[in-house]
């Protein structure tokens, strides 16, 4: 049965199938042949309804919702503009304040395409302008912005938590560490390639300059403050927060920014509801299939083939690294958080790891694979929105990959550096 369904799906994927036909056709296929026939359906539609009925998954559409006023609006630019007018004239600095940049956007809108659209599009001209290369320019901006998968609020994290049936509050404080850990890690990196072909610096901002620009940007820093501080400070519940967030960007840049207007809400909507349409469909289909394949026993057959329990909490760790990372160069991150996660479950709970540092290194692996060769959902993302062949946006890939990869490992090595504030907060 794994075999008719594995092929089943690998099949309608290389046809050109959206990734949600190749995953309710599995499930179908492997309902029909576990109760030979079909007439017990209705079983497989409610483990589907099921799979949306959680009130967690309310955060998503919100998020979204957020973050696409906040694209619209002035928030990015007023968080650039203040990053910039700290750090620009360092060696790398321009570089620098991109990756800040996608790091603060991140933690405002929780999407990686967002902050690849809202930061990318004004910085990348300038950093042309400045001396950097266009590759290196288009890797940056992509992989930066992945930082926003683990900066709280993170969508990927929330699908986790509900399948999972991890704390989502725990996902998100634990997510500040690894994520900071990267940025400054781009950082370092940023400010050697820009020794290295002597990239000449920005001008040195004035403190007056400064000063207008923190003025400028303490609005939309508000955001990470409600999240973070209304969850933590027993004001919110993730899903509160995320409602809050909503309200926030809708008085922020239609009252008093007046970036938007009263003609833009249904673009914000079509294009909101959309994409919630098209996550939440995933989030039934791919629900309906982790039933299908817990059913059948599907994971604990390919965890005992492979041996993965055997290898004791380190080797589940590298393992689950190797297949999120692996599976999201060539499938839609929330797919695969959807398909996998079921899979490893036994090895988690055999081994006792902590669901949460699972959770953070799962998120981390979606993040890179989202802007890794062959398919990363980011790299095509960049190709829209810069108009640059697809060679060019993933020729300056590597060296961010190794950083991000090097990431996980001190992770696995050193698992405080994501739980400590999660312990500190729920001590």
Not at 266 to 286: C, H
Request: some cysteine.
């Amino acid at each position: 049965m794994t075999t008719i369904m594995v092929t089943t799906m690998i099949a309608l994927l290389l046809l050109g199938f959206p990734m949600m036909i190749p995953l309710i056709t599995a499930a179908v296929i492997g309902f029909f042949m576990m109760f030979n026939g079909l007439g017990q359906m209705d079983t497989l539609i409610q483990q589907m309804m099921a799979g949306i009925r959680p009130a967690s998954l309310i955060a998503v559409p919100m998020f979204i919702l957020a973050a696409d006023i906040m694209t619209r609006g002035q928030s990015a630019e007023r968080l650039i503009n203040m990053v910039m007018s700290f750090i620009g004239h360092v060696k790398g600095g321009l570089a620098v304040s991109t990756a800040a940049s996608c790091t603060l956007f991140g933690a405002v809108s929780g999407s990686t395409q967002a902050t690849v659209v809202a930061i990318g599009s004004p910085l990348r001209p300038k950093m042309l302008k400045a001396g950097y290369s266009d590759s290196f320019t288009l890797a940056l901006i992509i992989n930066a912005s992945d930082i926003a998968f683990l900066i709280p609020p993170s969508i990927g994290m929330i699908i986790y938590g509900v399948i999972s049936g991890t704390s989502i509050g725990e996902l998100f404080i634990a997510g500040i560490g690894p994520g900071l850990l990267i940025l400054l890690m781009f950082a370092t990196y940023c400010v050697i390639y820009a020794i290295v072909k002597d990239v000449p610096t920005e001008p040195r901002s004035t403190w007056r300059t400064r000063a207008l620009s923190v003025r400028d940007a303490l609005w939309p820093l508000g955001f990470p403050v409600i999240i973070v501080g209304g969850i933590y400070g027993g004001i919110f519940s993730p899903t509160e927060a995320a409602a809050a967030c909503v309200l926030y960007a809708i008085v922020l840049e239609f009252v008093i920014f007046r970036s938007l207007k009263a003609a833009d809400i249904y673009a914000i909507a079509k294009s909101t509801g959309l994409i919630t349409a098209v996550v939440f469909i995933l989030v039934a289909v791919g629900n309906g299939f982790s039933w299908i394949i817990s059913f059948a026993q599907i994971p604990q057959e390919i965890l005992a083939a492979v041996g993965i329990q055997e290898a004791g909490p380190t080797g589940v760790l590298i393992a689950i690294c190797i297949a999120f990372f692996v599976a999201c160069m060539f499938v839609d991150p929330i797919v695969v958080i959807l398909v996998l996660t079921p899979i490893f479950a036994p090895a988690v709970e055999a081994t006792s790891l902590d669901p949460v540092l699972v959770g953070i290194l799962i998120t981390l692996q979606v993040a890179i694979g989202s802007a890794t060769p062959p398919f990363g959902c980011d790299i095509f993302t960049a190709i829209a929105i810069f108009k640059r062949p697809y060679l060019d946006v993933i020729k300056g890939t590597p060296p961010f990959i190794f950083i991000l990869v090097l990431a996980a490992a001190l992770l696995i090595m050193f698992p405080q550096i994501a739980l400590f504030l999660r312990d500190l907060a729920y001590a």
